[in-house]
């Protein structure tokens, strides 16, 4: 059954469109990459499809697990089993990263767990993303370095357990051994609760450890090109030019 | 002890005074010394107290309203007068106290004769048994609680008043300080000897158990050197009293290498006026910690001071006002140094919403002997929406070179960004903002005990979203 089903959804910020009637479906348990170049309105969907106030739908409808989400707010898609990991996670002062993490899981799961159990369990989710413990008492983001901030969004995936997570350039900005250890992360989460996965990324590095099972190429808010996994080597080989109209040059 | 606290928005409408006389006239004709020696009387005052009583109201005629901060021409003068006189008849009964605020003590699940001594109405909260246990403890390490008055007549205790009650704080300081030293009622008096350090807090909150006890009350605390006291006063149920005034006065003198640390977490009824003044003078290698939470009232005027009179004497101030609709909130702090190598240090952040007005007041004074010092002052505002408000006034004034001091300011609002990214993890969008603010207040949550920092957290969720989750 599908878990996402998109269509020809239009978006923007203001009066500029940036998506021209976007289609896209996943599967349950399915993993898909969203790959284009920048500019291409690949953040744009991630926010969209989330329910960000800063882009507004003007067509097109967005359905999670058969229901019509596209005018509900970011609150209620998360507890449908939504996520979005932010490409830029916000920085928030005196909300510590583990009461953060603590306050969401009992908002989307209706339940307040015992502090012991989610200590343990947060605990756990650290250690698979080699997060020192002292993360959990600090200040949410502020004064993260990049890889942290992605570590600690991948943690709140792990802890969430969506059913549907968007990771948004989760990759962006990371070293060699930080793409490890986030792909690892990403990975548990596949394995753990068998989520559906849309990954927008540049890098196939974060791929690595991950069954591919559908790619979609969006130029210019349109999606231009699906495939499977092959599609990412053949991006990887030659660039988005074929599909930008540069390659017909 | 677990309390609740729930607490709604108060309709002000039904509060809004406004007469047209002259203000300072009026509340000047109102309290006639026949009435201060009544209430003198009443309470057994020695000589001295009824004659400073009376000295003090002289200077109330004379003195003129404050000539800063926000209008307090609302404030009716009749009330208060028929309010502080002795036997009064007035708001005695349940009956009377508003039903907004009734719904409110029982939104809390406050038992009733607690709600009728936070409504002023009631006498008989009956807290004594904790408060017995707390002072059993507290008596066995030589430290000395009770209530302002009982000390007055104790030959113990009574010299020890007489030299220090408005020393600090003088009625002429300014009017509403003349005021308290007319018409004072209740408050506590703590007293730690030499060397004692008391490990629990005390808790003036133990001590709701006097009409009119929270109203112009006087809390004198003395910690002698190497001592060390917490002391806690208020807590975040509303508290609430027809009159509308509170003049409370808090005077610390803290000792030699001793420590005292002051939390406070105010929470008035908004048809109040909280003209309160506090202060503290600390000795050689002192320290006075301020902790302060201020939310409710109407119009506020607050600014706690620290006198540094000894070498390296040191004073904190870490606060949090809190202006909702219809509120006036000006508060700050003022700190003295006059000894060398004296240390302060202000952190203060302010919340405005929903038309609010929040005014940061801060004055650092260095003498010309305070050779070495140094001070640093934080504030920073944040503004909820674009009817509110939220102003700055540091002041200094320094008189030798030979010192290091800094202040910082910064106003910001609530990022979209920071509001979706909270909801897109499951949080609604009030509670997106609720945490975002006490995450911005958290430099008072973390200074105080847990179970005050919960409340306080309580207190900002409830005046941002009205509910307690």
Not at chain 1, 161 to 189: H, N
Not at chain 2, 193 to 200: E, M, T, Y
Not at chain 2, 264 to 269: A, H
Not at chain 2, 331 to 345: D, F
């Amino acid at each position: 059954m599908d878990l996402l089903n998109i269509e020809h959804l239009t978006a923007g910020i203001e009066d500029r469109e940036l998506l021209h009637g976007v289609s896209l479906t996943v599967g349950s348990g399915e993993t898909h990459v969203l790959m284009g170049p920048n500019g291409a309105g690949k953040s744009t969907l991630g926010f969209a499809v989330m329910g960000s106030p800063e882009y507004t739908v003007t067509g097109g409808t967005i359905r999670f697990a058969g229901e019509d989400i596209t005018r509900e707010s970011p609150d209620k898609r998360a507890k449908r089993g939504m996520f979005l990991s932010f490409q830029n996670p916000v920085e928030i002062p005196g909300l510590s990263l583990s009461d953060f993490i603590r306050n969401a899981l009992e908002q989307v799961t209706g339940q307040r767990m015992k502090l012991w159990d989610f200590k343990k369990q947060l605990k756990a989710a650290m250690d698979v993303l080699q997060m020192d413990a002292a993360y959990a008492d600090r200040d949410l983001n502020a004064g993260f370095s990049g890889g942290e901030k992605k570590k600690a969004e991948i943690l709140q995936l792990l802890m969430l357990k969506p059913k549907l997570a968007i990771l948004d350039e989760t990759d962006s900005g990371l070293d060699v051994d930080a793409v490890k250890t986030v792909s690892a992360g990403i990975a548990a989460y596949r394995e753990g609760c068998g989520g559906s996965l849309l990954i927008i990324t540049h890098n196939s590095k974060i791929l690595d450890a991950l069954h591919v099972d559908r790619t979609h190429i969006i130029a210019d808010g349109r999606i231009v090109k699906e495939g499977g996994a092959e599609l990412i080597a053949e991006i990887n080989r030659s660039g988005f030019d074929a599909y930008t109209g540069k390659g017909a040059v | 002890m677990k309390r609740n606290t729930q607490v709604s928005d108060i309709d002000r409408s039904r509060y809004d005074f406004r007469y047209a006389e002259d203000a300072a006239d009026f509340l000047s004709s109102g309290i006639t010394p026949e009435i201060i020696r009544e209430i003198s009387e009443e309470k057994g005052d020695p000589e001295w107290m009824r004659a400073f009583r009376l000295h003090a109201l002289e200077i109330f005629q004379r003195t003129e309203m404050p000539g800063w901060g926000p209008p307090v021409d609302g404030l009716n003068m009749d009330r208060i007068v028929t309010y502080i006189r002795p036997k009064s008849r007035m708001n005695t009964d349940w009956n009377d106290v508003p039903e907004n605020i009734k719904a409110t003590f029982e939104k809390l699940g406050i038992p009733q004769a607690e709600r009728e001594s936070l409504a002023g109405v009631g006498a008989q909260y009956d807290s004594e048994l904790v408060y017995h246990n707390v002072r059993k403890e507290v008596a066995e390490s030589g430290v000395v609680y009770t209530d302002l008055e009982s000390a007055m007549h104790d030959p113990k205790y009574a010299d020890m008043i007489r030299t220090h009650f408005m020393k600090l704080v003088p009625p002429t300081d300014h009017k509403f300080a003349a005021l308290h030293g007319a018409v004072w009622s209740g408050g506590s008096f703590v007293y730690v000897p030499a060397g004692v350090h008391l490990d629990i807090p005390l808790q003036s909150y133990f001590r709701l158990n006097a009409k009119g006890a929270g109203q112009f009350e006087h809390t004198l605390i003395i910690v002698e050197d190497n001592a060390y006291l917490h002391f806690i006063e208020g807590c975040s149920a509303p508290k609430y009293y027809e009159a509308g005034l509170h003049a409370g006065c808090v005077e610390l003198y803290v000792g030699r290498h001793a420590t005292l640390r002051y939390s406070t977490i105010e929470n008035w009824s908004k048809n109040m006026y909280n003209l309160n003044t506090k202060r503290s003078v600390v000795a050689e290698g002192g320290r006075v910690e301020w902790v302060s939470g201020s939310f409710g009232s109407h119009v506020s005027y607050l600014y706690p001071m620290s006198i540094l009179n000894g070498r390296g004497a040191h004073a904190e101030f870490t606060g949090i006002t809190f202006a909702g609709e219809g509120q006036n909130l000006d508060t700050g702090a003022k700190i003295i140094h006059n000894a060398p190598e004296t240390t302060s240090h202000m952190d203060t952040k302010s919340i405005s919403k929903s038309g609010g007005i929040s005014t940061f007041r801060s004055a650092v004074v260095v003498k010309e002997n305070a050779v070495g010092s140094r001070s640093s002052v934080s504030c920073e505002s944040l503004m909820l929406d674009d009817i509110s408000r939220s102003d700055t006034v540091p002041a200094m004034d320094i008189r030798t070179d030979k010192c290091d001091v800094g202040h910082e300011a910064k106003i910001g609002r609530i990022s979209d960004d920071a509001v979706f990214y909270l909801m897109s993890r499951g949080l609604d969008e009030q509670t997106a903002r609720a945490m975002i603010v006490s995450g911005f207040a958290d430099n008072v949550s973390k200074e105080l005990p847990l179970e005050y920092a919960m409340e306080m957290n309580n207190l900002i969720r409830l005046e941002m979203t009205g509910n307690v989750g």
